[in-house]
């Protein structure tokens, strides 16, 4: 049984719009979130992260939103790059847990 | 580059072999954690060293097993190997027991068991 969940295997947008990226998860418990971006050949690198007490997190051209009580949240970039297609994970843990649980991804293509 | 390296970059093994994936973390990092990435899963933790000792274990199977040793490289030991083997292994390494985006990650092994 998944705990986090990217219901979305891709997405497709138009350099300058906005790409949404979405990520549910099942345990309550958990209070830390990330994302996590990765190019063909090379491991994953840290985007952006939020905690449970905060519903947003801004950092430059990438926000993420966190909805506790729906168990969901975001990734916004805006405007989007071709630089941006990539697999973009969703990965949760507790705020002082070894244990992170990651979504499969999402494949994200920013068309010129 | 993230300054973790992991070789060999890729592995190609038959079922029942043994095999050995080796992890050089970033200099200075204490801890390494180790993930497999199977086909259209997310990143599955399996294990976590720290300065040579182990401190947490995720879905790591019976099968497996690791170590960190005194100059910080980290081996994974996969054995008795059955197809469903067949994923990329990552791994990271952090200062400390850091919160996930302390980790660094490597460019992974990808490993066919045939």
């Known amino acids: 049984d998944q705990q986090v969940k990217q219901n979305s295997p891709s997405l497709s947008v138009q350099e300058g719009r906005i790409s949404i990226l979405n990520c549910d998860y099942t345990n309550s418990m958990f209070d830390y979130f990330l994302w996590y971006k990765k190019y063909p050949a090379e491991g994953p690198t840290f985007l952006i992260s939020i905690s449970s007490i905060k519903d947003k997190n801004e950092d430059g051209r990438f926000t993420v939103f966190l909805n506790k009580s729906a168990k969901h949240l975001s990734l916004h970039i805006v405007p989007s790059q071709p630089g941006d297609s990539a697999v973009y994970f969703c990965?949760?843990?507790?705020?002082?847990?070894?244990?992170?649980?990651f979504g499969p991804g999402t494949r994200l293509s920013v068309l010129p | 580059d993230s300054g973790v390296t992991q070789t060999p970059k890729h592995l190609i093994t038959a079922t029942g072999q043994r095999v050995t994936l080796r992890c050089s973390p970033r200099?200075?990092?204490?801890?390494v954690y180790w993930y497999q990435q199977s086909l259209d899963q997310g990143l599955q933790f399996l294990i976590q060293y720290y300065n040579g000792e182990e401190r947490a274990k995720g879905n790591i199977l019976e099968r497996f097993s690791a170590q960190q040793f005194p100059d910080l490289h980290s081996e994974l030991n996969l054995s008795s190997l059955e197809l469903g083997d067949s994923a990329l292994y990552f791994c990271?390494?952090?200062?400390?027991?850091?919160?996930?985006?302390?980790?660094?990650f490597g460019p992974g092994t990808r490993l066919t068991v045939l």
């Open positions: 990965a949760a843990s507790f705020f002082y847990g070894q244990n992170f649980v």
């Open positions: 990271a390494s952090s200062v400390n027991q850091g919160r996930v985006n302390e980790q660094f």
């Open positions: 200099s200075g990092d204490l801890s």
